[in-house]
């Protein structure tokens, strides 16, 4: 009796954090239970990148308050998707068997998205943020060598949210094979400006927009540097015609990433990544 009713506390406990239950023994219910809350695919999706700091997770749902991050996780991790492990002063947060054999599961997400969903990105899609670390990402995949050894790029977006004008404003850093993120000036020289429509050049880096044709319209402007404007679109794989870019994580799980965090974040991380 004794050995059922501990079963059954840990039964309850695994489902204390869940925001709906179906109330029946379907399969694809008490999956969807699990997987299907908002916000958890895309933490889902970070982790299986290989993402296991708060930070790092964080920035790939810049929309998400820290709050309800860590709420989620804690939800992630009474389901068994997840487990949080120490890691000097802090702690990380790590797949379970559960959470990685969901892989194939983010992958068919992502590409019934690429193709019937991001043709149809509309001005509540425009996220500043989520377009840098975008593109920080896709170089981190073996495309940093397309760029100059040391190179300083600036990003001035237009028809930018209300909510991200302060961000209209980034510099991508790179230096001793590294690339940062900035939105405050720091004082580095530019080696080149981009001026963009955010909506236009969201699309082009989607790949259904034409950068070329984006140019001829007056939507992204270069500064002159033609050098270092052609080894960026190698770099980015910005190919004409554009083509769907289908961003897949990876099949099996990858080394631990500690991605470079914005410059003008890094004095305070000390303090407000203890607090998750």
């Not at 969807?32 to 299986?48: H, N, Q, Y």
């Not at 073996?142 to 050894?149: K, Q, W």
Request: proline share 7%.
């Amino acid at each position: 009796m004794l050995k059922l009713h501990l079963a059954l506390r840990g039964f309850s406990h695994i489902h204390a954090g869940m925001d709906m239950r179906y109330g029946i023994f379907c399969p694809v219910a008490k999956a969807a239970e699990v997987v299907a809350s908002r916000w958890t695919p895309l933490i889902l999706s970070e982790l299986m990148k290989g993402r296991e700091r708060f930070i790092d997770i964080q920035q790939g749902v810049p929309l998400m308050s820290r709050s309800l991050l860590s709420r989620r996780l804690k939800e992630m991790e009474i389901s068994n998707l997840i487990q949080r492990v120490p890691q000097g002063r802090s702690h990380v947060y790590r797949l379970t068997e559960a959470g990685n054999a969901l892989r194939p599961l983010i992958n068919q997400l992502a590409a019934w998205g690429s193709t019937y969903r991001l043709p149809y990105l509309d001005e509540q899609d425009r996220n500043v943020s989520y377009l840098m670390y975008s593109m920080r990402d896709f170089l981190l995949q073996d495309r940093l060598s397309e760029l100059p050894a040391k190179c300083v790029v600036h990003f001035e977006f237009t028809n930018v949210p209300r909510r991200d004008h302060k961000l209209r404003n980034w510099w991508l850093i790179k230096r001793d094979g590294e690339i940062d993120l900035c939105y405050t000036d720091m004082g580095f020289n530019t080696d080149l400006q981009i001026t963009a429509d955010l909506d236009v050049f969201t699309r082009i880096i989607v790949g259904t927009a034409s950068l070329q044709k984006a140019r001829i319209a007056g939507d992204v402007v270069f500064s002159e540097n033609p050098r270092l404007v052609n080894r960026l679109i190698n770099a980015l794989d910005l190919v004409e015609p554009p083509q769907m870019r289908l961003m897949r994580v990876p099949e099996q799980p990858p080394p631990p990433s500690i991605l470079p965090m914005p410059l003008n974040l890094r004095k305070s991380v000390k303090t407000t990544s203890r607090a998750a």
